[in-house]
């Protein structure tokens, strides 16, 4: 990974997958509607909470001139 925008998008992709399919696996392991309401929650939670970190730190980090990789096209 050239530069912390895209180590920052692949983290965090990677890092919600994660988490969210981990709590799908214990939701279906755990046939308690208490384990379930908690793993749909954390789910949402993460699902609504990481990428608005990433975005806030991306934003901070472009409004501070971090340089990007040479490679990278820009939209």
Request: charged share 10%.
């Amino acid at each position: 990974m050239p530069d912390a925008y895209i180590r920052m998008h692949s983290s965090t992709k990677a890092g919600t997958i994660g988490v969210g399919l981990i709590m799908v696996a214990v939701a279906l392991h755990f046939h308690d509607t208490s384990v379930i309401s908690r793993a749909v929650g954390i789910i949402a939670f993460i699902l609504m909470t990481a990428p608005v970190a990433a975005q806030l730190l991306g934003k901070s980090l472009l409004m501070n001139n971090y340089k990007m990789w040479r490679g990278h096209q820009q939209d």
